[in-house]
Structures are given as structure tokens and as C-alpha cells.
């Protein structure tokens, strides 16, 4: 059984600066794409950013391009998010999939192993 669990969330001022973590049991981490999705009150869960097997390919939000960034390290079994310049509209419980292949898919239906979620509060 995949275990993902989150870190980094929390409350920060508008225009600062949180890094999410998501770290992974098992090892077989480095064999599929991971994805981060955002659920705000009253909204769908959606993709925020996406990031292959190896790191090599990523894909994002319309909404986030050039804000956040994905990565990832395999050693460490663990994927990131930098979120910067964050805006109230970013608040929101944001939660670390793992997809059931290398390549990321852009729907929560590509993704069968997910985290418990980390609020992240966004403060004018």
C-alpha cells in the first residue's frame, strides 16, 4: 500500500511564499508520475501542476504557470510545489497524487493514490 503524505501548508500573506512536500512510501516512487491538485470550499478539486516519472516533463494550471513550480527527487521519494506570489484566490486544501503510470495525466481520474491533504491559507 502507497502512502503519500503531505507538509508545508499553512497560513502566509498574500505575495509570500510557501513550498509544499509530499513524501511517499514504498520504492517503487520513481516509477510513476505524481500531481498536485488544489480543493477550495465549494469548488471541484483541480490540477495544479503534474511532473513525469523522471522529472523530465511537467505540465500546470493555466492559473499558476510562471508561479508555482513542480519537482521532484527519487532518492528521497518525496515531490515538491513552490508556490510564490500567492494570491488569496491559491487558498485551498492541496493534495499529492500518484498517477498509475510514468506520464502525468491532467484529470483526477489518471491518479489512484492520494495524500490526506494540506490547507494552505492565503491572508490579504
Known amino acids: 500500500q502507497v502512502q503519500l503524505v503531505e507538509s508545508g501548508g499553512g497560513l502566509v500573506q498574500a505575495g509570500g511564499s510557501l513550498r509544499l512536500s509530499c513524501a511517499a512510501s514504498?520504492?517503487?516512487?520513481?516509477?510513476?508520475?505524481m500531481g498536485w491538485f488544489r480543493q477550495a470550499p465549494g469548488k471541484e478539486r483541480e490540477l495544479v501542476a503534474a511532473?513525469?516519472?523522471?522529472?523530465?516533463?511537467?505540465a500546470y494550471a493555466d492559473a499558476v504557470k510562471g508561479q508555482f513550480t513542480i519537482s521532484r527527487s527519487n532518492p528521497k521519494n518525496t515531490v515538491y510545489l513552490q508556490m510564490n506570489s500567492l494570491k488569496v484566490e491559491d487558498a485551498a486544501v492541496y493534495y499529492c497524487?500518484?498517477?498509475?503510470?510514468?506520464?502525468?495525466?491532467?484529470?483526477?481520474?489518471?491518479?489512484?493514490?492520494w495524500g490526506q491533504g494540506t490547507q494552505v491559507t492565503v491572508s490579504s
Open positions: 511532473i513525469s516519472w523522471s522529472g523530465g516533463s511537467t
Open positions: 497524487a500518484r498517477a498509475y503510470s510514468r506520464g502525468y495525466y491532467t484529470t483526477s481520474n489518471g491518479y489512484n493514490y
Open positions: 514504498g520504492r517503487t516512487f520513481s516509477s510513476y508520475a
